[in-house]
Every structure is written in structure tokens, then in C-alpha cells.
């Protein structure tokens, strides 16, 4: 059985960058695995500026800021084409490729496998399926692998970071989006992000509401969408569903690694470790769904982690869970090792699951040590600050949003 320091599985933001990190803190025996032919993740496929930045301090294109990872990670081993079937305890997988099936094992493994789409015919459309429906992958890989793509004019449906992604791809390759439909009252990416496509852009957002029907017999010609109890036509000849993630995290759930229900991932400590010790997880396996940005940061902190423990820095506390209630949807990191080192700013995360206005609090052994008043959206993303918890005296933390 081959051995390694340290086997990374998934070739994404997150991965590649927490392979670079770690060579540069000198661990040198690194296995990069990826099931897809070719290293990059969704970034390869996303034709449009605004990666990369937080990490190299230039806004890079999704194929340019791929190609920087790999030029960084020119030293590493990277293996496509292969599956992980299982992870098995102690940092034991099992793997396929085309030499067929075999194990491995690793003084520690992270999981960097990121997320997947739900399926647009899920969503219940009302039609006959004609030709012209894409996930967002789809559209990514007809313009990675054709250059080009078979509609015009196509309605978005859903107003995540991606959405708007897929928008400026499409500009990019001179096709003319007709408007983006969101079944909230707000759209899910920033503010500034909405403004910037519905202004700048010339985008319609179509918020509150949502697709009733896909016109069309044989091919798309037109959507109808439900908006304040009104029917809406619009011309398209193209609908994208966008969004709806969920962790690609199945490996952890069909193993012994403890996950979380709520976020679907597995549940870690702010040194990034899984309940086996062997294991690590970061970036969008964690939890639907953060910027390639800050996946990439995840990956590169898991590894400052990793590194840190391989030379000798073993973390010995008391694992003290962190308590979330509705309407707060999850929080994460879901432990805090106590004592320990202290949480950075990209962990101790959450997301309302639904509109409320209210105080959020965060109660520290029993008292309350940082509190906000927030009238948040649904699916809102909420920072709590770290930096109030100590962890070396931390027995009981509890996150609460109480509502007005």
C-alpha cells in the first residue's frame, strides 16, 4: 500500500490551493486526486473575471486562475481520472482508476470535493420538456468544449453568486440574457451584485417570483413566470437553472465520519478536522455554497492546519459542540476544540434559513458576550465574530437569533 503525507481529494479551489500552501510549509509527499480528466474545478468552466483576488491580489479569469493553482502546484502529483470510493479509518481510501481498484493511505486526508447542482427538472415545471433546459454545468461545458452555445437569448432562474456568474459568461460570449427570475424577495448574492446586472447590465430581475411553465413543443420559445399572483410571458429561447447546490459529499456521509444534516457535510473543528482525526474537510463540501474565493482561503487554512499537526502541533482539548437554532440554518465550524487555537475569520459562519427580524446572540458559558440586531433575508449569510471567543475558556457556546 503506497503512503503519503498528506492525499488531497478533489482538484478544485480548494484543493489546489491547499496543495501550494502546503509545499510551501514543507510537507513534500502530497497526492492530488481528481475524478474529472483535467484539475480545476468549476473555475475552469467560468469564462469572467473576479478570481482569484483574495489570494494573489489580481482579479484572474476562471481558466487564468486555474492556471496560476497548477503553475503553483507545477511540483505536486495530480492524479485525474481517478474515483475515491471509500474512506475508510485512518486516513485509509479506497480508489479506482484506469489500472482498476486499489487502496492508499495518508497521514492526513482533505476532502476538497465541493459541491453539485439539484437537478432544473426536479423543480416541478409544469411543460413537455422540450429541448433548451441546462443546468449550469451544462452551459460551462458546452463553452469549454465547443466554444460555443445553442441559444440566444436564455431566462436564468435563480440569483446565487453562480447566477450572476453565468450571466457575465454569457455576455462574455456575446449572447443576450433575457431577465433572471428569483422566487425570493431578494436576490441571494449581494446587493451590489444585483444592482450591477439589473443597472449596468440591463438584466431584468424578477424577484417573488417563479416559473410556472416552459413553452415550447419541441424546443424552448418562452417561459411563464407567477409574479404577485399575475402570469408573466417572456421570449427566450433557452431557460438555466442555477443554484439549488448541495454539498458533493457522499464519500463522508457513506463513511464513518460524522455529518452535519443540516449542512449536508461533515462536520469539523476550527483546526478543519473531521471527527476521524485523519481526515480534514474545507471549501463548498462543508456547506451550499461560497465563492470559489473563499473555498480557495478555506483550502489554504486547512493546510496551514495540516501542516501545523504533521510537525508536531497536536490539538489535545475537549471537543465542545456549537448549538444553532432556528431560524439560523447551521453554523461552521459545528466543534470548538477547547483549549485550542483561536477561529479566523472564515469559520463560526451561518445562514438564515428563512426571513426574520430579530437579535442575534452569542452566549459564552452562559452569558452573553456579542449580540446584533439584524432583519435578515432568506438564505442570508451571517458572520459571527471570532474573535469574542476564547477558546482555551470556552465550555458551552450557543448561537441564538431570538425574533421581534
Not at 469549454?144 to 453568486?161: D, K, M
Not at 443597472?199 to 409574479?227: A, N, Y
Not at 473531521?274 to 489554504?300: K, M, W
Not at 502541533?313 to 453554523?331: A, D, F, N, R
Amino acid at each position: 500500500m503506497n503512503q503519503h503525507d498528506v492525499i488531497i481529494v478533489g482538484a478544485g479551489a480548494a484543493g489546489l490551493s491547499a496543495a501550494r500552501v502546503l509545499k510551501r510549509c514543507g510537507i513534500e509527499d502530497i497526492l492530488v486526486l481528481e475524478r474529472e480528466t483535467q484539475a480545476g474545478g468549476l473555475p475552469r468552466h467560468s469564462h469572467h473575471p473576479g478570481f482569484g483576488f483574495s489570494q494573489f491580489g489580481i482579479p484572474y479569469f476562471g481558466p487564468s486562475y486555474v492556471r496560476r493553482l497548477l503553475k503553483e502546484c507545477k511540483d505536486i502529483s495530480i492524479q485525474t481520472q481517478t474515483t475515491v470510493c471509500q474512506l475508510n479509518p485512518g486516513g485509509e481510501l479506497t480508489i479506482a482508476d484506469q489500472n482498476g481498484m486499489m487502496t492508499t493511505k495518508a497521514k492526513a486526508v482533505l476532502i476538497t470535493t465541493g459541491i453539485r447542482e439539484s437537478s432544473g427538472v426536479s423543480q416541478l415545471i409544469s411543460s413537455q420538456r422540450p429541448w433548451g433546459m441546462f443546468s449550469t454545468g451544462a452551459v460551462q461545458q458546452f463553452l469549454h468544449f465547443t466554444r460555443q452555445l445553442p441559444f440566444r437569448r436564455p431566462v436564468i432562474i435563480g440569483s446565487e453568486w453562480v447566477s450572476y456568474s453565468v450571466v457575465l459568461t454569457l455576455k462574455k460570449a456575446g449572447l443576450a440574457p433575457v431577465a433572471i427570475v428569483e422566487e425570493h424577495s431578494n436576490s441571494i448574492a449581494p446587493y451590489w451584485v444585483e444592482k450591477a446586472t439589473s443597472h449596468g447590465l440591463r438584466i431584468p430581475i424578477f424577484k417573488q417570483s417563479s416559473l410556472s411553465r416552459v413553452i415550447g413543443t419541441d424546443t424552448v420559445s418562452g417561459v411563464e413566470i407567477r409574479r404577485h399572483g399575475r402570469r408573466i410571458e417572456l421570449e427566450c429561447d433557452a431557460v438555466i437553472f442555477t443554484g439549488k447546490f448541495i454539498p458533493e459529499s457522499s464519500l463522508a456521509m457513506d463513511s464513518h465520519l460524522e455529518w452535519d444534516p443540516k449542512t449536508l457535510g461533515p462536520k469539523i473543528d476550527q483546526y478543519w478536522r473531521c471527527s476521524d482525526h485523519s481526515y480534514f474537510a474545507a471549501g463548498n463540501v462543508l456547506r451550499p455554497v461560497e465563492t470559489s474565493g473563499i473555498a480557495g482561503r478555506e483550502g489554504q487554512s486547512a493546510a496551514r492546519a495540516i501542516a501545523g499537526i504533521l510537525n508536531g502541533e497536536t490539538p489535545s482539548g475537549e471537543c465542545i459542540p456549537v448549538q444553532v437554532e432556528s431560524p439560523l440554518e447551521y453554523v461552521c465550524p459545528q466543534w470548538i476544540r477547547s483549549p485550542g487555537i483561536q477561529l479566523n475569520s472564515l469559520q463560526l459562519r451561518s445562514r438564515m434559513e428563512r426571513a426574520a427580524n430579530g437579535v442575534i446572540k452569542m452566549i459564552c458559558n452562559g452569558t452573553v458576550i456579542w449580540q446584533k440586531s439584524v432583519e435578515a433575508k432568506p438564505l442570508q449569510r451571517i458572520r459571527l465574530p471570532v474573535r469574542r471567543i476564547k477558546p482555551d475558556q470556552l465550555r458551552r457556546l450557543e448561537i441564538k437569533f431570538v425574533e421581534r
